[in-house]
T-cell receptor
Framework: DGGITQSPKYLFRKEGQNVTLSCEQNLNHDAMYWYRQDPGQGLRLIYY???????QKGDIAEGYSVSREKKESFPLTVTSAQKNPTAFYLC??????????????FGPGTRLTVL | AQSVTQLGSHVSVSEGALVLLRCNYS??????LFWYVQYPNQGLQLLLKYTTGATLVKGINGFEAEFKKSETSFHLTKPSAHMSDAAEYFCAVSDLNNNDMRFGAGTRLTVKP
């Protein structure tokens, strides 16, 4: 059964700690994305990757880091430098077809709360 | 760069009434346009998309949208609202130049019995 999985679903962090959110896909998609969602602000792009071992910053990359060592995995680390990390984090993937990326498929999300 | 504006952060309709959620986009090249739905504490699910061809596109759950280039719009409609349609809806645009996707701020749909 193909899809995108994110873990954990809920995550609690103390101030000053780094935490890593997992995102795995078995869709054989080329591109993967991380978004942050806050109430009333829609989705904001944190990082994206179109190929293994390469990734680009999105609009709000400060305080976050990623890696893409395998095509199916794109973990996101929220570092202590991120001043307001409490949010809902969504991972997505898409396939390259005809030189263009089509729709994005989303995981179920991880809700991060800083205590 | 492309962008999306969704008019109305909150829309309320009665069950059985027409649903109309508005989306306007800006893009310097022919866009791909999408509507997604999100239920509480879940990821986004694709409702429908426009890439090329027929400008009226039909999606899941009885929704449809029409691409109007002259109006730069891609409004989402459903003839008769159901209680299960209550959710947040996002319009999104991608274009050939950037290969990324931009989302609107979302519209929360409430359906009254």
């Amino acid at each position: 059964d193909g899809g995108i999985t994110q873990s954990p679903k809920y995550l609690f962090r103390k101030e000053g700690q780094n935490v890593t959110l997992s995102c795995e896909q078995n869709l054989n998609h080329d591109a993967m994305y991380w978004y942050r969602q806050d109430p009333g602000q829609g989705l904001r792009l944190i990082y994206y990757s179109q190929i293994v071992n390469d990734f680009q910053k999105g609009d709000i990359a400060e305080g976050y880091s990623v890696s893409r060592e395998k095509k199916e995995s794109f973990p996101l680390t929220v570092t202590s430098a991120q001043k307001n990390p409490t949010a809902f984090y969504l991972c997505a993937s898409s396939i390259l077809a005809g030189g263009r990326y089509n729709e994005q498929f989303f995981g179920p999300g991880t809700r991060l709360t800083v205590l | 760069a492309q962008s999306v504006t969704q008019l109305g952060s909150h829309v309320s309709v009665s069950e059985g009434a027409l649903v109309l959620l508005r989306c306007n986009y800006s893009s310097s090249v022919p866009p791909y346009l999408f509507w997604y739905v999100q239920y509480p504490n879940q990821g986004l699910q694709l409702l429908l998309k426009y890439t090329t061809g027929a400008t009226l596109v039909k999606g899941i759950n009885g929704f449809e949208a029409e691409f109007k280039k002259s109006e730069t719009s891609f409004h989402l409609t459903k003839p008769s609202a159901h209680m299960s349609d209550a959710a947040e809806y996002f319009c999104a645009v991608s274009d050939l130049n950037n290969n990324d996707m931009r989302f609107g701020a979302g519209t929360r749909l409430t359906v009254k019995p």
